[in-house]
């Protein structure tokens, strides 16, 4: 059992020598086993060579080389697309602000050319009431003014009506 | 035993001399051209690394592309005071192993629905009928080791980067880089002798499945990543 640890260890260390990985202090005992161990010499044997295919392959790779090309146009035309989108929006990126501005727009005018009567008083029309005064002034058969509906009270028809509120 | 032989992480300036932390810090202020010069400084050697692992030429440089573009979107979260050559090739690394892992799950249910098939050809046991050169040879043999021996062994003897660039690049400790890296090497051998001599004995795969199985028994990873 010691002979197979001794054995698998030194295995371990001989795949890193294969390769120059091996520390100065963990050669010695490596070197020692080896010498008394004709099984790990045979591994020994079958790591160099299974190197020097990967050493092949490497060598056969590097002589081939990565090419003559750059990526850094495709890379800068993406960086720039993607300061692109928070730099300068596209105008589909307006749409939704521009439209509620639009509607706040028309809000407006249709606000000023309906609700606004020509003498200019707006003090009876603009206060804003609860659902409760609403309910009393349609009692009274109130005059509705159009665009007010339901911020602004309707008016009632007969002015003595104001007391209810 | 002499040094070993390793290719640096930090590729040789192109655009100058100034220090990627310099560049780094430049493209984090909005200058683009310090990114350029640090692309243009890494592109060649990304580029290698990522072939190794995708070993398509188109796939890799679109892989490479993107690992730019991360990394320029990330440029905030890196750390000044780590090398940003190791960082860099661990986004590019991680990014290429998830994209063929990605692309593995997709292709074999699709291909071969019949479980018999989905381990795929046995890389110890030469196809007769196929005549691959030597390149094609190892690059089988590689593909049957699994993708954590597979990695550190193709970084350090197909790209030669040093057992502790490595383990910047991976995350882990120099110690499991090592590991790993002796258990790759004797997995690699076993599998590249056991190929060879059934390319050269008439009766193919007659040499039983336990080299591979036996070995993998006796060689089980101390779990030293879970301490990081």
């Known amino acids: 059992?010691?002979?197979?640890?001794?054995?698998?260890?030194?295995?371990?260390?001989?795949?890193?020598?294969?390769?120059?990985?091996?520390?100065?202090?963990?050669?010695?005992?490596?070197?020692?086993?080896?010498?008394?161990?004709?099984?790990?010499?045979?591994?020994?044997?079958?790591?160099?060579?299974?190197?020097?295919?990967?050493?092949?392959?490497?060598?056969?790779?590097?002589?081939?080389?990565?090419?003559?090309?750059?990526?850094?146009?495709?890379?800068?035309?993406?960086?720039?697309?993607?300061?692109?989108?928070?730099?300068?929006?596209?105008?589909?990126?307006?749409?939704?602000?521009?439209?509620?501005?639009?509607?706040?727009?028309?809000?407006?005018?249709?606000?000023?050319?309906t609700g606004v009567p020509s003498d200019g008083k707006l003090s009876a029309g603009s206060v804003p009431v609860s659902s409760r005064h609403i309910q009393s002034i349609s009692r009274n058969q109130p005059r509705s003014i159009p665009g007010y509906y339901p911020y602004f009270v309707q008016v009632p028809a007969d002015p003595d009506n104001y007391r209810n509120f | 035993m002499s040094e070993p032989e390793t290719r640096s992480v930090e590729a040789t300036p192109p655009g100058g001399s100034a220090s990627d932390a310099r560049l780094v810090e430049d493209v984090r202020h909005g200058d683009h051209e310090a990114f350029e010069v640090l692309v243009r400084r890494y592109e060649g050697r990304l580029m290698s690394v990522l072939l190794r692992f995708a070993q398509d030429r188109e796939l890799a440089r679109d892989l490479a592309q993107e690992t730019f573009l991360r990394v320029f979107e990330r440029i905030d979260q890196f750390d000044p005071s780590r090398r940003f050559g190791p960082w860099l090739f661990r986004i590019g690394v991680n990014l290429t192993l998830d994209y063929l892992r990605k692309r593995k799950r997709r292709i074999w249910p699709s291909l071969f629905g019949d479980s018999r098939l989905e381990k795929g050809p046995d890389p110890a046991t030469a196809d007769p009928r196929e005549a691959l050169d030597l390149e094609q040879e190892v690059r089988k043999v590689l593909e049957g080791i699994p993708e954590k021996y597979r990695t550190v062994l193709i970084l350090r003897d197909l790209e030669n980067f040093s057992s502790s660039e490595i383990a910047a690049i991976l995350h882990r400790k120099e110690a499991t880089i090592r590991w790993r890296l002796a258990e790759a090497r004797m997995r690699f051998q076993e599998l590249w002798m056991r190929r060879q001599s059934s390319q050269h004995v008439p009766l193919v795969g007659q040499e039983g499945q336990d080299g591979p199985q036996k070995h993998q028994s006796q060689t089980d990873e101390p779990d030293t990543d879970d301490l990081e």
């Not at chain 1, 056969?60 to 850094?72: L, M, Y």
């Open chain 1, 1 to 113: 059992m010691i002979w197979n640890n001794q054995c698998r260890k030194t295995q371990r260390l001989l795949a890193l020598a294969t390769g120059n990985d091996l520390l100065e202090s963990e050669t010695a005992g490596m070197q020692r086993h080896l010498a008394g161990c004709p099984r790990c010499r045979d591994v020994q044997d079958g790591l160099q060579q299974s190197q020097r295919a990967l050493e092949g392959l490497r060598l056969a790779t590097v002589a081939e080389g990565p090419g003559a090309w750059s990526v850094w146009p495709g890379v800068a035309r993406q960086i720039r697309s993607l300061l692109g989108i928070s730099a300068a929006p596209g105008w589909h990126q307006w749409l939704p602000t521009g439209t509620l501005a639009a509607a706040c727009v028309a809000m407006i005018a249709i606000l000023l050319a």
